[in-house]
Structures are given as C-alpha cells and as structure tokens.
C-alpha cells in the first residue's frame, strides 16, 4: 500500500460535536479533513484515533528510535550513572524510564542500575514519569506542577545542587539550556538518552509529506517529539522548499503538538502550534477536532439548499457531493464570501490561473456541472460570480 495513501478507516467513534440533522458527521468530526502523522512510536495508536473520527490520514515518520542492541552508548552512560553513585535524579518520560531499565537488564546490569538510582532521590516530569518509576520499584520525592524539565530544574535549585551529582534522563531532544542551568549552580551532571532517533526506513514518505504540506493538500500536520520537527526542516532545506513550508504553516497548513517540549523548534521558527492543556495524544485529538469545527467547517443556506464544507467534503442539503480540486477551492472561496459577489480577477488570483478568462469560465462550468443545481453559482455580469442565497 502506497505510504501515503490513506489507511482503511475503522468504524467512527462517538464524539460530542454537534452536527445538522439528517447527517452523521457527529460520529466522524474530522470527515472531510487531511492530517499528517510525523511520529513513528506509537503511530498507529494516533492514525486509527484520527481514522475513526473520519480523517483521512497521511502518514510519513520523520524518525524512529534506534533498536536498544545497537545503543552502546546507552550502556555506556548507564555504567558511568553507577560508577558515579549520584546524589539526584531527573526521569523525564515514562518510555525512557523503562527502556532505560529495559536495556541495562539486557546487559546484566539492571539490578545495580536498580539499587543506584534507589538511593538517589528521584524527581519525576509528570504522572507517567513518575508510574515508570515506581513501576521499577523506585520512590520519587518531587513532581513538575507543569510538566515540564524547567520547573523541575527550579525545584533542585531551590534546594541546593552545589558539590551533587545529578542524571538526567534526556528524551531524545537534549535541553541544552537546564542541563546549563544545573551546571552554573555547581552540580555534576550526567544524562543518559533511552532513545535515539534514527532516519525511518521509506526515506521517500517525508518528502512526499512535505509537498502535501507545500501544496496546500493538507489540513493539520501533528507532531509528538521535537527531534521530528527537526528532521522535516532538514529534509525541507535539501527539498529547497523550506520558505515554502513555513509560509504554508503560517498560513494554510495548521500544525499541532503534544507539548511545549515538541512545539519549542515550530515556535523557533515562526509557527505557532495547537498545544492541548494536558501533554497526552487524547487532548492533543481533542484539540484538534475542536479546532476544525470552529475554524474550517463552513455552512450556508442558500436557495439550492443548505451548503456544508468540511475540508473536501461536500454536503448539500445532507448529500455527499465529489468536487475536483480547482472546484472546490472556487466553491470554498464563495462559500466564505456568504452570497457577495467575488470578482473574476480575484478568482483568477486564487486559483492561480494567471488572468486566463477562459480557464476561469472552465472552472465555474466543471463546478456548476458537478453540483446538484448548477443554478447555486450565479454570474454577475461585469463583476464576477456569488452564490445564490
């Protein structure tokens, strides 16, 4: 199956979107609606999730995490942690804390990675951080109010980390700036990465993604790890179209995170992402559905009946209708005119057709004879086309 053709959509699931009746758009809240899928881990949790709800889902990982075998240096690090017996603890994400633990048993060295870190006292990002932890046995004495490494930080510094040694358990994107905080204050610190990412195999998936993106044939990009984010703007740049990929993020193309941690290179480089109030992949859907409902879903009464625009799916008066891609990018941009007339040269503009009348006219005749009542798209003589509400 083509990586980026959409997967076959399991049954929808309930949602709390409310919908016109005679529809069933309340079962399918992202019906009509393209989104793109970076991550690798956990992937398929995120693409049946957003499947159910109705969206159709392209999915190109930007990286995976490299096989724990192969992480010699993991075990490396691990050793250098109990040799160090340090004085303190940071685990940042349940995974890490168990591939961690996972991968120093596979080197017989689990049981004294066990005992170091039992007496050390533990600081924990959040609530599954801290399940990992005590999954292993381990006792944590402090939790980020925030979730977020900073305040933990804040929390060793308001206490004193001067002459103590302190691991930080990293999560694939290194927070350079905490690392440095903890070191000016006096403390020896030491990290240890579980995870680390590795271009995916399929290298061709991004790019294709990427030029979705560009296009404008995209809705939402998700993101759930930083290091991602990094990887589309490396691949952007040797595409040559990494302007054109932020304009479309600016613009066209909206982008949502699971975090502050993942969304902190978007914000570096202008784009400003959709952040759900609690770090987890169920606010982050959540978000994203009430996102699109209010922002792009598009309805109109008119005198050919009532007009709803979802993405690219089409419903006049509850009946599906199939729109070429020029269209319907005329019809959403008489849509969102609500009925006042829209001049044919910015008509033309829009769709990129240069001032060619004669392609324009096409256009509106493809788009009338594909409707239900061609009579919904009216001519204006001299000034340009409306709908007819």
Request: hydrophobic letters at 40%; aromatic letters at 4%.
């Amino acid at each position: 199956m083509n990586a980026l053709a959409p997967t076959e959509a399991p049954g929808a699931a309930p949602s709390q979107t409310e919908e016109a009746p005679g529809r069933e758009a309340a079962d399918s809240p992202l019906e009509g609606f393209r989104i793109g899928v970076t991550s690798h881990r956990r992937s398929q949790d995120l693409i049946e999730a957003l499947e159910r709800r109705g969206a159709e889902v392209l999915h190109a990982p930007a990286l995976k995490i490299a096989p724990v075998q192969e992480d010699i240096r993991l075990i490396e690090d691990t050793k250098a942690v109990i040799a160090a017996k340090p004085d303190l603890c940071i685990a940042t994400t349940a995974y890490g804390m168990r591939r961690w633990c996972e991968a120093a048993d596979s080197f017989g060295i689990g049981e004294q990675l066990l005992e170091t870190l039992g007496n050390c006292r533990m600081f924990v990002r959040g609530p599954k951080a801290r399940g990992a932890v005590r999954a292993a046995g381990l006792a944590d004495v402090g939790i980020s109010s925030d979730e977020t490494t900073a305040t933990l930080v804040d929390m060793l510094l308001a206490e004193g980390v001067r002459g103590k040694t302190v691991v930080v358990q990293l999560h694939g994107y290194t927070d350079v700036r905490q690392l440095e905080r903890l070191r000016m204050s006096g403390a020896t610190v030491l990290t240890v990465t579980p995870y680390r990412w590795v271009k995916p195999d399929g290298e061709d998936r991004l790019p294709r993604l990427i030029e979705a993106a560009c296009s404008g044939n995209l809705d939402v990009l998700t993101f759930t790890s930083a290091p991602a984010v990094d990887a589309m703007w490396s691949t952007a740049h040797e595409m040559g179209v990494y302007k054109q990929l932020i304009e479309s993020l600016q613009t066209t193309v909206t982008t949502a995170v699971v975090g502050p941690v993942t969304a902190q290179p978007l914000l570096d480089a202008g784009v400003t992402p959709l952040i759900p109030e609690r770090f987890r992949m169920g606010a982050l859907i959540r978000l994203v559905c009430e996102h699109l409902a209010l922002n792009h879903v598009r309805r109109l009464d008119t005198r050919s009946g009532n007009i709803e625009l979802r993405g690219r799916s089409l419903r006049i008066d509850g009946q599906p209708v199939e729109l070429a891609p020029a269209p319907l990018l005329l019809l959403r941009a008489l849509l969102g005119a609500g009925g006042a007339v829209l001049s044919r040269e910015s008509l033309s503009e829009l769709l990129e057709l240069r001032g060619s009348v004669h392609a324009l006219d096409m256009t509106v005749s493809r788009l009338r004879s594909s409707l239900p009542d061609g009579r919904l798209v009216e001519t204006v003589v001299k000034r340009g086309y409306r709908l007819r509400v």
